[in-house]
């Protein structure tokens, strides 16, 4: 009997944990190891602190998901030793293996910040990527009279990176809804050059951050939070006074990578880009936000990931060469407040722009242009997700390789 | 775009980066960092080199991880280059705009 060990029973682990129990040969056993019960709807964050989506919708047992014949255990990874090819457990026992697939994403890392997770933690600043933040936040912005809102990012990379963007949008119509946004003073502050960087994006979306009145605060690379002054400070001595503070804390890979003595600077580990192969040991492979690979961190980005590491796993096991054939295609739905979103489709080498997805010409879905469709899409993947994209099943129409027909290129 | 940078046709963005790194070198930056308004020193130099390096790698930039390296720690990295510290040393190099997806 041979043995395949997935780390991480999040988006990637669960739906590769049901792409190889259907292609792995007879003699190899698979065993999927995560330390928590729930498995969430990570998308679905985004919606909870305005009220859109309740917690429970989002929340779903990790077993629900996990092929039978698939052992899976509930415990705490200590550590890899890559050199004698055993996964360390919490407790104390090991887990040899003849193939690892690294799953075990990233979270956020408050702490990273000085001043960050101090007494204003969950008072007055907030983080909406974990379920606990998320739902605090619904109950300060139900309270919420007005003043200075601050939405952040620390800095990149970031799961989700428009995830803070789109909370913008969604609070200022959030504020309107309830009749104060003109109570309400928006910023939106970032480390990166601007809300949009990619030219296309720019040139097509710029109009929507003055039409919702965000004001804009660029090459903003914090160094510590006051609490008591309510101000964020950076390196280049710029300030920002908040009275609510939403931010994306910096996002770290799992402390178990940092263990194993193979991460980088964040715990991501070091991966090809393309074969999804890790630069650790051959045996080793990895997907999702815990890898190095220069992609978003997505679920749509460990989706199209899934079938190039089934491909390359089965490749590796009989001894043929891998396939270079993972293109850093991610697709995200980015909302804009008042029932409408844009799309976006792009890839290592290709930026978003405008076209029509996923039948050329047709649509019905337009890229980087808003639409109610596309709200929709949006809304209805949370169906998809629990029921084809976890479980490993095909998403109709959607290859995972990025297809250039139906886009606007130049 | 072509500009014409230490004598050289070089091809640049709308920004001023260079969209093709293999035509970087080392006057080239020289005369980037003038436009920028940085002398630059054996220290400037061995963080363009560490970017470069990483760039060829595939390695995403960050501030923190510039600041990890062991080249220079964050506040000599604004000191080195003043303002927006990785988007200036990226022109320098020759290597793009730090960037999000969208």
Same mark, same amino acid.
């Given at each position: ?10 988006? &990637? ?12 040969? &007879? ?68 887990? =040899? ?97 601007? &809300? ?163 039948? =050329?010409?047709?649509? =019905? ?14 809304? &209805? ?30 | ?102």
């Amino acid at each position: 009997m041979k043995n395949l060990i997935i780390l991480g029973a999040g988006t &990637a682990g669960t739906m590769m944990s049901n792409h190889l129990h259907k292609r792995l040969p &007879a003699d190899w056993k698979i065993t999927i190891v995560d330390q928590r019960t729930e498995h969430y709807y990570q998308p679905g964050f985004l919606f909870v602190p305005f009220g859109i989506y309740e917690p429970e919708e989002i929340v779903k047992p990790i077993s629900k998901f996990i092929p039978k014949e698939v052992d899976w255990l509930q415990i705490e990874v200590d550590r890899i030793d890559k050199d004698t090819d055993t996964v360390y457990l919490k407790n104390g026992d090991s887990l =040899p293996y003849d193939v690892l697939v690294i799953a075990t994403g990233n979270d956020i890392a408050p702490e990273e910040i000085e001043g960050m997770s101090g007494e204003g933690w969950h008072k007055d600043i907030f983080d909406f990527y974990t379920l606990e933040g998320a739902t605090k936040l619904h109950q300060k912005l139900k309270d919420f009279e007005g003043g200075k809102v601050v939405v952040h990012i620390c800095e990149m990379p970031i799961k989700c990176p428009v995830a803070p963007l789109e909370f913008a949008f969604l609070a200022d119509a959030y504020f309107e809804n309830r009749g104060i946004r003109d109570k309400v003073d928006l910023s939106f502050v970032t480390p990166m050059s601007g &809300a949009f960087t990619k030219p296309k994006a720019t040139e097509k979306l710029d109009y929507l951050l003055k039409e919702k009145n965000i004001n804009v605060v660029p090459d903003f690379n914090i160094e510590r939070v006051d609490n008591n002054e309510k101000k964020i400070y950076d390196y280049a001595g710029q300030e920002v006074a908040y009275d609510l503070l939403i931010t994306t804390p910096t996002n770290m890979g799992s402390k178990a990578i940092e263990r194993s003595g193979f991460g980088d600077e964040l715990n991501y580990v070091p991966t090809n880009k393309a074969t999804l192969q890790t630069k650790v040991k051959d045996n080793i492979f990895a997907i999702g936000d815990a890898t190095n690979v220069p992609a978003s961190k997505a679920g749509s980005v460990a989706h199209f990931e899934g079938e190039v590491l089934l491909e390359n796993v089965l490749n590796y096991i009989e001894g043929k060469p891998l396939k270079e054939g993972f293109d850093g295609h991610a697709n995200c739905f980015v909302e804009t407040g008042h029932g409408k979103a844009l799309l976006i489709d792009f890839n290592y080498t290709h930026e978003p722009v405008t076209g029509t997805f996923p039948f =050329p010409g047709v649509g =019905p879905l337009r890229l980087l242009k808003e639409s109610r469709m596309n709200h929709m899409g949006k809304m &209805a993947f949370k169906w998809i997700y629990w029921n084809m994209l976890i479980t490993g099943k095909h998403i109709p129409f959607i290859p995972n390789k990025m297809q250039l027909a139906g886009k606007n290129f130049d | 775009m072509e500009k014409i940078i230490a004598n050289q046709s070089i091809n640049v963005n709308d920004e001023g980066y260079l969209t093709n790194h293999s035509q970087w070198n080392r006057e080239i930056g020289h005369a980037i960092a003038q436009e920028e308004g940085i002398e630059m020193t054996d220290h400037h130099w061995k963080v363009v080199d560490y970017l470069q390096e990483q760039h060829k790698n595939d390695v995403p930039l960050t501030i923190r991880r510039v600041g990890k390296s062991g080249v220079v720690d964050i506040k000599g990295f604004y000191e080195l280059f003043p303002k927006g510290p990785l988007k200036t040393s990226s022109k320098i190099a020759g290597i793009p705009k730090p960037a999000s997806c969208i």
